[in-house]
Structure formats: C-alpha cells, structure tokens
C-alpha cells in the first residue's frame, strides 16, 4: 500500500496492511500538523504533490527497504490537500519478524520521503504563508507576508 | 513539444501549472538555462524529474517527454 | 497512560492518548505474538504480570523519557493472559514536536520493557511449553517438553 | 511475616504464587539463600523487588515487607 491521498488517512488501516503471522514488530511513524514551529503559529497547511511520481517513489522506498531488511513489510499513506492541526499528513508503517529492522526501516522511509519525493507543504501562518523549502524545515525560500 | 510541469511557489511565480516547449531535443542543462532567461525562475535547488525520474544536467529530453521542475520538497 | 489489560489493545486509543497540536510526529511500537521463532512454531502465548509493579515501572518509564526527551508524550499498554498469533502484546506511543525525539524515546521504553518490567510470557508450541527467559528471547530456564 | 511472591517457573517449581517466611528481619541476601535451601529455587538469575522497587543483596527486608522474586522478563 503506497498512496497519496486527499481524504484523513486510517492509521489503523495502514498497520493492517503490514500485519501479518510472523510479523513481531510493527513501527509507525505519523507526521502531523504540528501548530507551533519557534514562535510561528500555523493555521494550516497545504500539501501537493506530482502525484504519479510521488506515489512511484513510495513504492520504490518500499521496494529498497525490503532488500535492505528482508522479511520487513511496508506501507506508506501521505494526505495532501488541506491539513488542519493535529491531522495526519503521513503514516509510515513497517512491520518485521524483530524491532530494530523495523526502527530501522520506518526510520529510513521518513528520511527518504523528506529527501527525494515529490511533495511540498504551504505553511499557512496567522500573518502570511510560506512554501517549505526543504526537509529540514529551516529554510524556506519564498515568504509572501501579506 | 516538451511538457513541463511546475509546483508549489514555481507554479505559483509563474502563474500556470504546465510549460510547452516547441523543442525536439535538448538537454536537462539547456533546459534549466531557459527556464532561467525566459522565465526568470531561480532553480538553482531545483531539482529536475524527466518521466517521473530524477535526472541530471546531461540527460537529453526529446520531444514528448514529461519533465517536472521539482523544487525541494517538504512532504512527511 | 501506563496499563497493564487482560482485554485487546485499542491501538488508536493509544495513539490518541499523545497526540496533542505540538505534536509533529508520533511513533508507535506494536509488539506482536509471532508465529515462527525459527523453526519452532507457535501455537499462542500467555503473559503473567506483576501487575502493581508492571504498571508503575511502565509510569516510570513515561518519566525518565520525558525527562530525557523534553516535549514528549508517552503511553504504554501491555497486554496479559493468552494472546494468539498476530495479536499485539504491547503497544507504546511517544509523541513529539520533531521525530528524532519520539524515534529515541520509543526504542528506549521497548529496551527497558524488554529488561526490567515484570511481565513473563510462557510460549506454547506445538509440541510443548516454554518460560521464555531474558528479552533477547534466546535463552530459555525451563523447557517441558510434553 | 514476609511475604514473598513468585511467578512464571518459579510460581510452577513451587507450586503456589506466594509464601510465607516467618521472619521478622533479613537481608536481602538471606531471602535468597532460604529460597534456595528451602525450595531449591535456581535464583542466580532472578532479581528481587521489595515492596515493588528493586532491591540489592545487603537491603534488608522487614516484616510486612511484601518481596517478589522476579525472574528475567520477557514481556513486549
């Protein structure tokens, strides 16, 4: 299951997908919508993304993770649109015969998804909105105050 | 015809979400140069997605391609 | 919330447990019951307690974590009693303004569940009976094989 | 009167899930050994809790302390 979707994302859904007999470990990983970023306060947040490649690369994660850590199953579900506070933006849910391949791996697909693929987030702030420029969420590199 | 698609503040800057260019063949590079002087964007962190690939100022896109300016992303 | 239940664990409860509008990640850890430990197979699992220790050790926990990972929020439920294949034994929650952190501090509260926390779990086999006997699920005490 | 709870094997070997030692002061250390003589416990690996805190071999167990033999834990 890799999806970008405009509708909440089920997180119980998303574990469903990697448990199985001999999965001992499932680890998630949920972004959400945080409100306060330093003294910034969000309002909310717009994603997009170009869709078909995003929804490629996800799987290509998953496709890595399984040969990096055999026996691991993964899933990944990322909202965009619209995010209000607290919402789920993206749901990471990799599942194992043993934990640290899970920790491992769930690890390494948010790190990916923050490098590589094709989504972008519009912070909107109580006085203007701002592109999110990269991964690390400290630069951004358009700033339209209003 | 080369399609080229922007996002988030590229598209917004130039104020449409696609590009034709009435170009056969060029390179990933040539393609930056023009986006830079006909467009005047700054892609310098840009990255650049030939049919849904990443791709490097070498590559060569023909007519037909689907190329996307791919600014640094901000998902998860 | 730090409990110890006989009944199966709501996973979004927990979830929801520690998500809070500065939240912007939440990782959560399911320990499951698995079928095959190599290649003796599992038929199911029964966990005994010592539950008014097990649950304020779990509290403990919660506590050294927030106090090592500020802004963090954490829930703990472990399940007793017997659990079939897939079920899920244990399900941690940590929440956080930034992810490393909730990473962190979830792979820590598993490694002190895993070694301090008075739970035991008795493995039933197809062909016999097992206390399991240390976390790294290596070495076993008793072995009655029937 | 000590009480001393027991669990997974240890609860099995001894066949109830607590006794009681007629004492009213030990250490830690020679709870361990009355087990051992007494019950024939294999304790090297178990840890003792007292009144639900870890204790160590010189602490001394009072009466109406309640003392809990903790095997390894496998829980998770």
Same mark, same amino acid.
């Given at each position: 299951?890799?999806?970008? /979707?405009?509708?909440? &994302?089920?997180?119980?859904? /998303?574990?469903?997908?990697?448990?199985?007999?001999?999965?001992? %470990?499932?680890?998630?990983?949920?972004?959400?919508?945080?409100?306060?970023?330093?003294?910034?306060? *969000?309002?909310?947040? #717009? =994603?997009?993304?170009?869709?078909?490649?995003?929804? #490629?690369?996800?799987?290509?994660?998953?496709?890595? &993770? $399984?040969?990096?850590?055999?026996? *691991? +199953?993964?899933?990944?579900?990322?909202?965009?649109?619209?995010?209000?506070?607290?919402?789920?933006?993206?749901? +990471?849910?990799?599942?194992?015969?043993?934990?640290?391949?899970?920790?491992? #791996?769930?690890?390494?697909?948010?790190?990916? &998804?923050?490098?590589?693929?094709?989504? !972008? $987030?519009?912070?909107?702030?109580?006085?203007?909105?701002? !592109?999110?420029?990269?991964?690390?969420?400290?630069?951004?590199?358009?700033?339209?105050?209003? | 015809?080369?399609?080229?698609?922007?996002?988030?503040?590229?598209?917004?800057?130039?104020?449409? @979400?696609?590009?034709? &260019?009435?170009?056969?063949?060029?390179?990933?590079?040539?393609?930056? *140069?023009?986006?830079?002087?006909?467009?005047?964007?700054?892609?310098?962190?840009?990255?650049?997605?030939?049919?849904?690939?990443? %791709?490097?100022? *070498?590559? /060569?896109? =023909?007519?037909? @391609?689907? /190329?996307?300016?791919?600014?640094?992303?901000?998902?998860?």
């Amino acid at each position: 299951m890799f999806e970008i /979707v405009t509708a909440p &994302i089920s997180i119980g859904k /998303v574990i469903e997908e990697v448990g199985h007999r001999n999965a001992g %470990a499932i680890v998630t990983f949920i972004g959400t919508v945080r409100e306060m970023t330093g003294d910034k306060k *969000t309002i909310y947040l #717009a =994603y997009e993304a170009y869709e078909p490649m995003a929804r #490629a690369m996800l799987a290509e994660i998953g496709q890595q &993770i $399984k040969k990096q850590w055999p026996g *691991t +199953i993964t899933a990944i579900v990322h909202r965009i649109g619209r995010l209000d506070i607290g919402e789920a933006a993206v749901v +990471i849910a990799v599942s194992s015969p043993h934990r640290q391949d899970a920790y491992a #791996a769930n690890r390494y697909a948010i790190e990916r &998804i923050k490098k590589l693929v094709p989504i !972008w $987030k519009k912070e909107h702030w109580a006085h203007g909105e701002t !592109w999110i420029g990269n991964q690390q969420e400290s630069v951004s590199y358009t700033n339209k105050d209003i | 015809m080369i399609q080229v698609l922007l996002f988030a503040h590229l598209r917004e800057q130039v104020g449409q @979400d696609e590009l034709a &260019i009435p170009e056969n063949q060029m390179t990933v590079a040539e393609l930056r *140069t023009l986006m830079v002087h006909q467009y005047a964007l700054h892609i310098q962190d840009v990255m650049v997605a030939v049919n849904e690939a990443y %791709a490097v100022d *070498t590559d /060569v896109i =023909y007519d037909g @391609d689907t /190329v996307a300016l791919i600014p640094p992303v901000s998902g998860g």
